[in-house]
C-alpha cells in the first residue's frame, strides 16, 4: 500500500512507541525465567511478534493480553525431542539472539527467514557456535540447527553485529561450566551490548567484565522481576523529533526515557548539533527549527538513525557527512543506497560512497514518488521528507512500518500541517 504525504512542516505531540530492541531482551528474560512473569510491551510490531511466536514454539506458555506477556513457565526447564519451527519473519535480532539460545538449550531447530533476512551477515557467529558443539545447515531460506552448545572460551569481532555478541551473552549462563567471551576489533553499536548487560543484571545472571571480555559462570537461572515495562523508543521517536527540527511551531514527542542506555538517544543531542532548539521535561523531548548547519557525523554506533539524520542534512546550510556507515548495506534494504536514493529522487545533492554520504543541503526539495526498498526506517525517513518538499511525497509499500511502528501514519496523520 502507497501513502502519500502532503508537503510542508508538521507541528503537534505524538508518542514513542515501545522500544524493539529492549522488548527483545526483556522477552527472552522472561521467556527464560523461573516464576510467573509479565513484560508489558507496549507496541506489537511485526518483529516483537517474532519474538514472541518463536518464544511460543519453545515451549513458553505465554497469555498476551492488550499489551501485557504474562510468561508461566520457564524454557529452561524444558527437554526438546522433535525439531521446532521458529518462524523469525524479517527480523534480524530474532534469529541472532535465538540461535546460541537454542544451541544451549539443546534445541533442535528450524529457523524459517524472510524478506532479505536470508542475506544478512551470520557469519563469523555460526561457526564460533559450531566450534563449541552445535551443528548447522542452511537450505534456501530455512536454517537448521541441532547439537549441544559446551561452555568455553570464545572469541568474536564486534566489528559486524553487537546482536551476535547479545546472543552469546544469553545463551552463556546456561551450559555448565564457567565461558569466557572475548569482543575483539572494534566494538560496534556498543550501546546495545550494553542494553543487554542491563537486562541480565535486572534477571540475576552474573558476569565479570574486564574491557571486552566477559567471564560467565554457567549453570546460572535467569530470574526478571515479575512485572516489567519495555520503555520508549528512541529510534522511531527520532522521525517525529526531526519532523520538530523542520518546523517553527515544533513536535513534542512523549515517552522517551530520561536514562535510558539507548544509543539512539543521541538524536538529541545531534539535533542540538544541527542547530536545532532541543528542550526536555521529563519523558517529554520538544524539539523546533533553529538555524540549521551542517556537519560530520560519526554513524558506527547510531546506525539506524542514519536516514532520518540524512533528511536533516538536506535542510541544513553547507555539506553533511556521514561516516563509518558501511554496516548499513546488509541491513533491511541496502540502507545506505537506499538513503541516497530518496534524497536524490526528492531532489537533495547527494554522493554515496562505500561507507559514507555527503549531503549538500540547504534549499527546498521536489517531492514526488519514493520507493520504500520495503525498509521501515526508509519509508518514514520519506515522511519526514515531505516537510522540506514543494510536492507531496508518494512513499511505495508504506506499511513496511509495522517492521518496528504499527501506527506511525495514524500518529503522523495526528500532527498539524503548518501553512
Request: some cysteine.
Amino acid at each position: 500500500m502507497d501513502m502519500t504525504v502532503l508537503p510542508g512542516a508538521r507541528s503537534g505531540t505524538a508518542a514513542a512507541p515501545a522500544s524493539k530492541s529492549h522488548g527483545h531482551r526483556l522477552l527472552l528474560c522472561a521467556a527464560l525465567s523461573e516464576g510467573e512473569c509479565s513484560v508489558d510491551f507496549g507496541t506489537l510490531s511485526e518483529d516483537i511478534s517474532a519474538t514472541l511466536h518463536c518464544l511460543q514454539a519453545l515451549g513458553a506458555e505465554v497469555e498476551i493480553f492488550g499489551t501485557t506477556a504474562t510468561f508461566q513457565n520457564s524454557i529452561h526447564n524444558l527437554v526438546y525431542h522433535n525439531r521446532i519451527i521458529l518462524p523469525c519473519g524479517e527480523s534480524g535480532s530474532t534469529l541472532r539472539f535465538l540461535l546460541p539460545l537454542c544451541a544451549a538449550l539443546g534445541a533442535e531447530a528450524e529457523f524459517r527467514m524472510e524478506g532479505r533476512l536470508p542475506e544478512r551477515p551470520l557469519a563469523p557467529l555460526d561457526a564460533l557456535l559450531c566450534a563449541h558443539g552445535a551443528e548447522l545447515r542452511r537450505e534456501g531460506s530455512s536454517l537448521f540447527l541441532r547439537g549441544q552448545l559446551r561452555a568455553g572460551d570464545y572469541s568474536i569481532t564486534g566489528a559486524v553485529s553487537s546482536q551476535y555478541i547479545t546472543g552469546l551473552l544469553y545463551a552463556l549462563p546456561l551450559p555448565e561450566g564457567e565461558s569466557r567471551l572475548t569482543v575483539m576489533d572494534k566494538v560496534e553499536s556498543a550501546p546495545y551490548i550494553a542494553m543487554t548487560e542491563d537486562a541480565l543484571l535486572q534477571s540475576g545472571i552474573r558476569f565479570e567484565k574486564d574491557g571486552w571480555v566477559y567471564a560467565i559462570p554457567g549453570n546460572q537461572r535467569y530470574s526478571l522481576p515479575s512485572r516489567c515495562r519495555v520503555e520508549g523508543d528512541c529510534s522511531n521517536a527520532a522521525f517525529f523529533l526531526a519532523m520538530g527540527a523542520l518546523s517553527e511551531r515544533g513536535v513534542s514527542v512523549t515517552n522517551i526515557p530520561q536514562n535510558s542506555l539507548q544509543g539512539d538517544r543521541a538524536i538529541l543531542s545531534l539535533l542540538r548539533a544541527f542547530g536545532a532548539e532541543v528542550s526536555e521535561a521529563g519523558e517529554c523531548v520538544t524539539v523546533r527549527r533553529g538555524t540549521l548547519r551542517g556537519m560530520v557525523i560519526d554513524a558506527a554506533q547510531i546506525p539506524d538513525l542514519v536516514p532520518v539524520l540524512a533528511v536533516i542534512a538536506a535542510a541544513a546550510e553547507g555539506e553533511t557527512r556521514i561516516e563509518n556507515a558501511g554496516r548499513l548495506r546488509s541491513k533491511e534494504s541496502d540502507r545506505l543506497s537506499a538513503t541516497a536514493a530518496l534524497l536524490t529522487a526528492l531532489g537533495a545533492e547527494v554522493e554515496e560512497r562505500s561507507d559514507a554520504l555527503s549531503i549538500r543541503g540547504g534549499r527546498a526539495l521536489r517531492g514526488g514518488s519514493v520507493e520504500s526498498f520495503h525498509d521501515h526506517r526508509i519509508a518514514m525517513a520519506a515522511a519526514v521528507a515531505a516537510s522540506l518538499c514543494r510536492e507531496s511525497v508518494t512513499v511505495k509499500d508504506a506499511l513496511c512500518t509495522d517492521k518496528s511502528f504499527p501506527g506511525f501514519w495514524e500518529a503522523l496523520q495526528q500532527l498539524e500541517l503548518e501553512r
